[in-house]
């Protein structure tokens, strides 16, 4: 129990989250103490104070990194940082700013030991305020020295910095990812391995995860330790020599399984006594690895099972890189965030393991892969870090909590190291971001570098590219590079007709020619890439088509601007102008951009086209598809191809419009903000006149020909189920592609097929 001092409100209790006192150096007369202060409850996060000469104060946020986060979290008794804030996300705080300018290594016992300006020494207010986030519960001790036995307690990178696998049979040397070996640990930047005498499946678990593995699986030690015995015995071998060196061990490492890193777990260098050896009849610790479907030897694709219970699916959206990304769950049928309260590393570890990684890095919070856009499922998700899924967590209902997106999960998983960039590279560009692709094939047994036929090269090609190098996105894929000079021993073409999903790890996972076939013969028309960091992320806001939807009998006399500019059927052609009328389905669009990049046209303002209906100029002459179709998806409605002036229509609070079509403006969506084309405006509809009454599927296409690269192009797809008695119309279960699960999209079709005695 915690006593409370007399005099002390328990208002401000919650406020005040941790208090560490660190002893003072011979340095600093009066090292400060710390403390995390702010609205968001106990959850080790908060606006970073220091106490230094009886005063409290803040940090600024100048220079603030995730190295100076690491520190002042160790020093408040954490395990790791989570990330870091800046401009007083926590609200602003009062008195001196202390400290400004920090930069930390990340090693250091304190954050006096940082390099600073001095203390007082500062040129920022308080709306420079730095926060942090730290992860996991309070450690039962603050003091980070060793013991006498070498124990070193639960805080990362003091002791183990990496772990490795060192293949030791045949077959595990030529496999990629290496999955099965002697465990090596980096101790003070030298390598170092485990000794076998005490370990467990629990710590195998927690190397298999910090190497991007999901399981560990048994291993036949007696065959390893007839080799082991081999080698101790051959006298060309060192092995002898180096095994009775203690430096050659680390004793003992105790894992419960559910920690994120080796160095979280209790480890012993070196044996309690003096002189005792550090492995006497033991040998090195082997650990085998499953690695997850995306990994496994073949197509890159698998099966995962799932056992009946409480698993609920999850997915990555918006990521940059392979394994990271906006947590998004599905449940009732619907996929959803997750807000970010209490959200740590052993929850974000149990949906990397899930979706077949390793362990979490980060755990990210305030919705830094982007804002999602519908339910937010999950919220306080408490994991004990052995869970199979993330539904067998404890959680609340979002609801309850007042969560909005602004707060949505994110995590950066650890994934399997396959040297898949090492296969291919860029030449030729103004950066290392862009230029012609080259990849690392074998040609009659031998590897050769080469170009990419560019024929039919596109943007989810591209992406492939940019990912499997680290680059992040695809902004461009050119099919013609003759401005940029490749490699001099890259010249002949070495792949044709490439075909990716979007979703491959690697160029050499697509579909492509067998014997290459590129008639345009390379050079000039060779494939390159430009790649960028973040992307946009369009996505149609589908209640809103499905609230404002309704007909119209617009007569033909106010008509004739949206006929120039072919927003109706064919058939208007051949009526009697102005006499009569057209039957159009009205709605609202609105497009969220969701990504972490603004949306721009691709084309110049010379290249702008004057719509003289909106009375503005349009910058993407295709940029929606408007279709009514039965329902085995044929088309009903000739459909109509909308251009659009892009523009911030609206922004949530906090963030300024920047794109404007007005007086030839700027053109584009912010990042969070949205574009709206309003129901009352023309050509914003289907022109229904000759369809009959029945049932049909309402879709609209945003970005339909991939003009503008995206982050995520699985979600531009909104489509509603439809129903029209030939004077009124219902929309109804208006949802984006991959806003349900594939079980209750085939369940709406097949009660409409079923409703209407389809087959």
């Not at 790791?80 to 090693?107: F, K, M």
Request: aromatic share 8%; proline share 5%.
């Amino acid at each position: 129990a915690m006593a409370m001092p007399a005099g002390v409100s328990p208002i401000l209790l919650p406020l005040v989250l941790l208090l560490c006192w660190v002893a003072p150096s011979g340095q600093e007369p009066a090292l400060a103490q710390l403390r995390l202060v702010g609205p968001r409850g106990p959850a080790g996060e908060g606006r970073l104070e220091v106490l230094y000469q009886g005063r409290w104060g803040t940090v600024c946020d100048d220079g603030f990194d995730f190295h100076a986060a690491t520190v002042a979290c160790r020093q408040l008794g954490y395990a790791a940082a989570v990330t870091w804030t800046h401009s007083a996300t926590y609200g602003q705080g009062e008195g001196p700013i202390w400290l400004d300018n920090l930069r930390c290594g990340g090693s250091e016992g304190s954050l006096a030991e940082c390099v600073h300006n001095g203390w007082g020494t500062s040129d920022c207010h308080h709306g420079e305020d730095a926060g942090v986030v730290c992860s996991g519960q309070r450690l039962p001790s603050t003091h980070l020295q060793a013991t006498t036995s070498g124990h070193l307690g639960e805080v990362p990178g003091l002791s183990l910095e990496e772990v490795r696998l060192k293949p030791i049979l045949a077959r595990a040397k030529l496999s990629m990812p290496v999955m099965e070996g002697a465990v090596e640990v980096k101790h003070n930047g030298r390598w170092r391995q485990l000794c076998d005498a005490g370990w467990t499946r629990n710590n195998s678990r927690v190397v298999c995860g910090m190497l991007g593995f999901p399981r560990e699986k048994h291993v036949n030690t007696s065959f390893y330790r007839k080799l082991w015995n081999m080698k101790l015995k051959d006298p060309n071998s060192s092995l002898k020599t180096l095994s009775q060196k203690n430096s050659f061990w680390v004793h003992r490492v105790r894992c419960h399984g559910a920690e994120p890193h080796l160095a979280h777990c209790p480890t012993q260098m070196a044996p309690p006594a003096p002189r005792q050896h550090a492995c006497p009849h033991g040998m090195h610790a082997i650990v085998s690895c499953l690695p997850g479907p995306a990994f496994q030897k073949g197509t890159g694709k698998g099966r995962t099972k799932t056992s009946l219970g409480k698993v609920l699916p999850v997915r990555l959206r918006a990521g940059t890189h392979a394994g990271e990304g906006r947590v998004e769950v599905l449940r009732h049928g619907q996929w959803g965030t997750v807000c970010d309260k209490q959200w740590d590393l052993a929850a974000a570890s149990v949906v990397c393991r899930q979706l077949g990684y390793g362990t979490a890095k980060q755990a990210l919070v305030g919705a830094q892969m982007g804002q999602g856009l519908g339910p937010i499922h999950m919220s306080e998700v408490r994991c004990t870090g052995h869970e199979r899924s993330l539904g067998e967590c404890r959680f609340q209902d979002a609801e309850r909590s007042g969560c909005r997106h602004e707060a949505d999960a994110a995590v950066r998983c650890r994934v399997p190291h396959m040297d898949f960039q090492s296969q291919v590279r860029l030449a030729g560009g103004r950066s290392p971001e862009e230029g012609v692709v080259e990849v690392l094939v074998l040609v009659q047994g031998q590897l050769q570098w080469g170009t990419v036929c560019g024929a039919q090269w596109g943007l989810n090609e591209a992406m492939v590219v940019c990912r499997q190098l680290g680059l992040g996105f695809a902004s461009h894929a050119l099919q013609e590079t003759w401005y940029w000079a490749g490699s001099p021993d890259a010249t002949r073409v070495v792949m044709s007709g490439v075909r990716c999903a979007g979703t491959e790890l690697a160029l050499q996972q697509c579909q492509r020619h067998g014997p290459v076939h590129c008639p345009s013969g390379g050079g000039r028309f060779s494939a390159g890439v430009t790649c960028t960091a973040h992307a946009p992320d369009l996505v149609m806001n589908a209640q809103l088509v499905q609230e404002t939807a309704y007909l119209e009998d617009r007569p033909l006399g106010l008509l004739y601007c949206a006929h120039e500019e072919r927003c109706l059927s064919r058939s208007a052609d051949h009526m009697h102008w102005p006499y009569g009328h057209r039957r159009l389905l009205r709605f609202s669009s609105q497009i969220h951009n969701l990504g972490r990049a603004d949306f721009r046209p691709r084309m110049g303002r010379h290249a702008w086209t004057w719509h003289q209906c909106h009375r503005h100029f349009h910058s993407i002459e295709v940029f929606t598809h408007y279709d009514l179709l039965t329902l085995n998806g044929s088309k009903v409605a000739e459909g109509h191809k909308a251009s659009f002036c892009l523009e911030d229509t609206n922004c949530p609070e906090g963030l300024q419009r920047r794109f404007a079509c007005a007086n030839f403006g700027e053109q584009g969506v912010s990042v969070g903000c949205w574009d709206t084309y309003r129901h009352d405006i023309d050509c914003q509809w289907i022109d229904i006149t000759d369809v009959p009454p029945g049932s049909y599927t309402f879709q609209v296409v945003v970005n339909p020909k991939h003009e503008v690269a995206e982050s995520d192009f699985s979600n531009n797809v909104m489509q509603c189920q439809c129903k029209y008695d030939g004077q009124r119309i219902w929309m109804h279960g208006c949802h984006t592609s991959d806003a349900y699960g594939a079980d209750v999209v085939s369940d709406l079709e097949r009660q409409e097929r079923l409703a209407n005695n389809l087959v």
